[in-house]
C-alpha cells in the first residue's frame, strides 16, 4: 500500500511564502500523476495543481504564477512551491499519487495564511 507524507505546512503572513513536500513511499514515483488539493472549512476539496508523468503541469486559475509544482522523482518527493500567499490559501493541503487502477492519497498539511 503505497503511503504519502505530506509536510511543510504551518502559518505564514499574507504575502509569505511556504514549501509543501509530499513523499512517496515506495520508488517508482514517476509512474505516477501527482496533485495537490486543497480544502478550505466549508469548501469541496479542489485541485490546486498537478504534474504528470511526462511533466507537464496544470494550475487553477487563483494559483497561477504564484505556486509552483515540481518532482524529484529520485527522491520520491513532489513539492509544492507557495508564493505570494493570501488568506484565500489557507486549507489543508493534500497530495495525490494516481495512475490507472490506482489511487492514493496522503492526511494533509494545514496552510494558515493570517496576519
Known amino acids: 500500500q503505497v503511503q504519502l507524507v505530506e509536510s511543510g505546512g504551518g502559518l505564514v503572513q499574507p504575502g509569505g511564502s511556504l514549501r509543501l513536500s509530499c513523499v512517496h513511499s515506495?520508488?517508482?514515483?514517476?509512474?505516477?500523476?501527482m496533485a495537490w488539493y486543497r480544502q478550505a472549512p466549508g469548501k469541496q476539496r479542489e485541485l490546486v495543481a498537478g504534474i504528470f508523468t511526462g511533466g507537464s503541469t496544470n494550475y487553477t486559475s487563483s494559483v497561477k504564477g504564484r505556486f509552483t509544482i515540481s518532482r524529484d522523482n529520485v527522491k520520491n518527493t513532489v513539492y509544492l512551491q507557495m508564493a505570494s500567499l493570501r488568506p484565500e490559501d489557507t486549507a489543508v493541503y493534500y497530495c495525490?499519487?494516481?495512475?490507472?487502477?490506482?489511487?492514493?492519497w496522503g492526511r494533509g498539511t494545514q496552510v494558515t495564511v493570517s496576519s
Open positions: 515506495e520508488t517508482g514515483i514517476y509512474t505516477y500523476n
Open positions: 495525490r499519487a494516481y495512475r490507472a487502477g490506482f489511487d492514493f
